[in-house]
């Protein structure tokens, strides 16, 4: 069973930056894994935000956070990350981790069923 925890989240003012935490537990190694975060907005659907391949090499945002948000992961910490600068209020939401078990290690993933495992949420909030 893969087990992912997001950490992080919180209130911050806009123009502020978060690092969001995805913690793997158990026996799962968050280095076998292509690694996506995604979002929801009260009312909204899920969407995606932010992408890595298995490998690490590749990378790939949705256009809105290009340049903001920086994907990444510390395979010795077993863990992904989401470091979120210049935070706007239009990013608040909930916001999830998702790992895939089957992949090409170059690929990155960016719809929200090609994931196989998904985190709680955590839920990030920004004031104007």
């Known amino acids: 069973q893969v087990q992912l925890a997001e950490s992080g989240g919180g209130l911050v003012q806009a123009g502020g930056s978060l690092r969001l935490s995805c913690a793997a537990s158990?026996?799962?190694?968050?280095?076998?894994?292509?690694m996506g975060w995604f979002r929801q907005a009260p009312g909204k659907e899920r969407e995606f935000v932010a992408a890595?391949?298995?490998?690490?090499?590749?990378?790939y945002y949705t256009y809105s956070v290009k340049g903001r948000f920086i994907i990444s992961r510390d395979n010795a910490k077993n863990a992904a990350f989401l470091q979120m600068n210049s935070l706007k209020p239009e990013d608040t939401a909930v916001y999830y981790c998702?790992?895939?078990?089957?992949?090409?290690?170059?690929?990155?993933?960016?719809?929200?069923?090609?994931?196989?495992?998904w985190g709680q949420g955590t839920q990030v909030t920004v004031s104007s």
């Open positions: 890595m391949s298995q490998s690490g090499g590749n990378t």
């Open positions: 998702a790992a895939k078990g089957r992949y090409n290690s170059l690929r990155y993933y960016t719809g929200f069923n090609e994931y196989d495992y």
């Open positions: 158990g026996r799962t190694f968050i280095s076998n894994y292509a």
